[in-house]
């Protein structure tokens, strides 16, 4: 089905400026047809959309010095502020917006209003397509990490961006304080986990996968310990060079707005694929999450850990090998 962007364009609602285009911040499913992509540079921070767009022969966070650039807005203020500076940052020319009205587009608009030169906006979709002409936007937050009055580093758009995740506070202290060996924190986020593993002195390396790679400059501000290494990659699909002996996780349970188990499953997967014959996973979630069947599933041993009024710590061994 054509998006919004590519109706907006075959009705004469948008104009695509000629010359190379910077595409920031695209979803997964994007529809980019009006482009092309030739000459066209996609800019995201996401392992996972810089792995679909590469797959289709796009180019991927490469510099350039576009003459205009789309944002696709993201769902966090900040982040949309910091998406706007940088696309004016990269170029004078048009930017065009594309935002969902579930993620705030006209409050955006307005303030982009106060600023510059804004067409009239095109309403489909649930959203709304405009053009930004001019305009200055580098008071707005830097797509980048800053460090915040608690000391901890965080980026526009990271999740937990304003405080420790309250699930993770919950498994940090949960874990038991002889882990030891290999760790992988799996959606290592801004490495709060990561943190809390390093203080457990057995533990000999953690390796935070993580596909926000904001998050993961958060991270390593954040953690300056030699036992721990970045990983920019798809937790369903990154594999450790040799099995590890736990997965810490904090899995997300959403994709877009709307709640969704099955990511959370298939890094329940993931891990149970990481993992030594006698390896553990220990995994926080919402109680309401169905983890237990795919838990089971995966591995031949499954404990309840820990648990609270809002969460559950699953602590899961020895992983089932299938053949084939
Ligand atoms: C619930 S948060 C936990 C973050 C961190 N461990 C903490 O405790 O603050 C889940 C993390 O998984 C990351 N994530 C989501 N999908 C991912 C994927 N496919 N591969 C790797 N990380 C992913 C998110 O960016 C987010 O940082």
Same mark, same amino acid.
């Given at each position: 089905?054509?998006?919004?962007?590519?109706?907006? =364009?075959?009705?004469?609602?948008?104009?695509?400026?000629?010359?190379?285009?910077?595409?920031?911040?695209?979803?997964?499913?994007?529809?980019?047809?009006?482009?092309?992509?030739?000459?066209?540079?996609?800019?995201?921070?996401?392992?996972?959309?810089?792995?679909?767009?590469?797959?289709?022969?796009?180019?991927?966070?490469?510099?350039?010095?576009? #003459?205009?650039? =789309?944002?696709?807005?993201?769902?966090?203020?900040?982040?949309?502020?910091?998406?706007?500076?940088?696309?004016?940052?990269?170029?004078?020319?048009?930017?065009? =917006?594309?935002?969902?009205? !579930?993620?705030?587009?006209?409050?955006?608009?307005?303030?982009?209003?106060?600023?510059?030169?804004?067409?009239? #906006?095109?309403?489909?979709?649930?959203?709304?397509?405009? !053009?930004?002409?001019?305009?200055? *936007?580098?008071?707005?937050?830097?797509?980048?990490?800053?460090?915040?009055?608690?000391?901890?580093?965080?980026?526009?758009? @990271?999740?937990?961006?304003?405080?420790?995740?309250?699930?993770?506070?919950?498994?940090?202290?949960?874990?038991?304080?002889?882990?030891?060996?290999?760790?992988?924190?799996?959606?290592?986020?801004?490495?709060?986990?990561?943190?809390?593993?390093?203080?457990?002195? #057995?533990?000999?390396?953690?390796?935070? @996968?993580?596909?926000?790679?904001?998050?993961?400059?958060?991270?390593?501000?954040?953690?300056?310990?030699?036992?721990?290494?970045?990983?920019?990659?798809?937790?369903?699909?990154? @594999?450790?060079?040799?099995?590890?002996?736990?997965?810490?996780?904090?899995?997300? *349970?959403?994709?877009?707005?709307?709640?969704?188990?099955?990511?959370?499953?298939? *890094?329940?997967?993931?891990?149970?694929?990481?993992?030594?014959?006698?390896?553990?996973?220990?995994?926080?979630?919402?109680?309401?999450?169905?983890?237990?069947?795919?838990?089971?599933?995966?591995?031949? !041993?499954?404990?309840?850990?820990?648990? !609270?009024?809002?969460?559950?710590? *699953?602590? #899961?061994?020895?992983?089932?090998?299938?053949?084939?």
């Amino acid at each position: 089905m054509a998006g919004r962007l590519s109706l907006a =364009v075959d009705n004469g609602h948008v104009v695509l400026p000629d010359g190379a285009i910077v595409v920031i911040e695209p979803r997964e499913d994007s529809d980019l047809s009006p482009l092309d992509s030739a000459e066209t540079v996609i800019s995201t921070r996401f392992a996972t959309v810089a792995a679909r767009f590469q797959g289709a022969g796009w180019t991927v966070n490469q510099e350039v010095t576009p #003459a205009g650039a =789309v944002v696709v807005l993201p769902r966090a203020r900040d982040a949309q502020k910091a998406c706007l500076r940088r696309a004016r940052s990269l170029t004078d020319g048009p930017i065009i =917006v594309d935002g969902d009205k !579930t993620d705030g587009v006209d409050a955006i608009l307005k303030e982009c209003r106060k600023r510059a030169e804004v067409s009239d #906006a095109w309403s489909k979709a649930h959203g709304k397509v405009f !053009t930004i002409t001019g305009g200055r *936007f580098d008071d707005w937050p830097e797509l980048e990490p800053t460090e915040g009055s608690d000391g901890w580093w965080r980026a526009p758009g @990271v999740f937990s961006g304003d405080g420790v995740d309250k699930a993770s506070a919950f498994l940090a202290d949960a874990l038991p304080k002889d882990l030891k060996g290999r760790v992988v924190d799996l959606g290592a986020g801004w490495g709060y986990l990561t943190t809390a593993l390093l203080d457990r002195p #057995a533990v000999t390396q953690v390796d935070m @996968v993580e596909n926000d790679a904001l998050a993961l400059d958060a991270a390593q501000r954040n953690i300056t310990d030699a036992r721990a290494g970045p990983h920019w990659a798809d937790a369903l699909n990154w @594999v450790p060079e040799t099995p590890v002996d736990h997965v810490v996780t904090n899995p997300p *349970f959403h994709v877009g707005r709307a709640t969704d188990p099955k990511l959370g499953q298939g *890094f329940i997967r993931a891990a149970a694929a990481m993992l030594k014959p006698r390896g553990q996973l220990w995994l926080v979630a919402n109680r309401h999450l169905p983890y237990e069947e795919t838990l089971k599933d995966a591995f031949r !041993t499954l404990e309840l850990h820990a648990e !609270t009024s809002s969460f559950k710590i *699953f602590h #899961a061994s020895s992983p089932n090998r299938r053949k084939g």
